[in-house]
């Protein structure tokens, strides 16, 4: 079906389960480390650009979760130079399909952007599924 750039922060359960939903609807993924990638301003504008600022962070990374960072409070420039310097505070995750780009698992957005297979239940896949698989927001702290 479709080829799709991955950035996923490397061992996230929650990322696991949306590269299943991805690959059981019958697409490719070239998954990339969201921590290793090298981000320059552009290449990260090019992603969170169309979003408000407060839907660029991802909202269990460990300074956002304990009130470190708080991203209603930052303009643009500021929370561009936060997510440069710690890349995990970046909203996961990032696609790209022929210079398209996705940011976050809302399925609603994900079927639209490259379709994905129906739920067991016959039903489309509904609601933001970016939240920690885990039982515990801990297991997103960094490895």
Do not use: Y
């Amino acid at each position: 079906m479709t080829h799709i750039v991955f950035f996923e922060k490397p061992g996230c359960g929650g990322n696991a389960k949306q590269k299943a939903m991805l690959t059981a609807a019958g697409h490719t993924l070239d998954v990339r480390s969201l921590l290793a990638e090298p981000w320059t301003r552009e290449s990260l504008l090019a992603f969170l650009d169309p979003l408000p600022v407060e839907a660029w962070f991802n909202r269990a990374a460990p300074k956002v979760r304990d009130g470190l960072v708080k991203p209603e409070t930052l303009d643009r420039e500021q929370a561009l130079a936060l997510m440069l310097a710690e890349p995990l505070l970046i909203r996961r995750p990032l696609m790209e399909v022929d210079g398209q780009r996705l940011v976050g698992f809302d399925a609603e957005a994900v079927d639209a952007f490259v379709g994905l297979a129906p739920r067991a239940d016959g039903a489309a896949p509904k609601g933001n599924l970016e939240g920690c698989a885990a039982s515990s927001v801990k297991s997103c702290d960094p490895v």
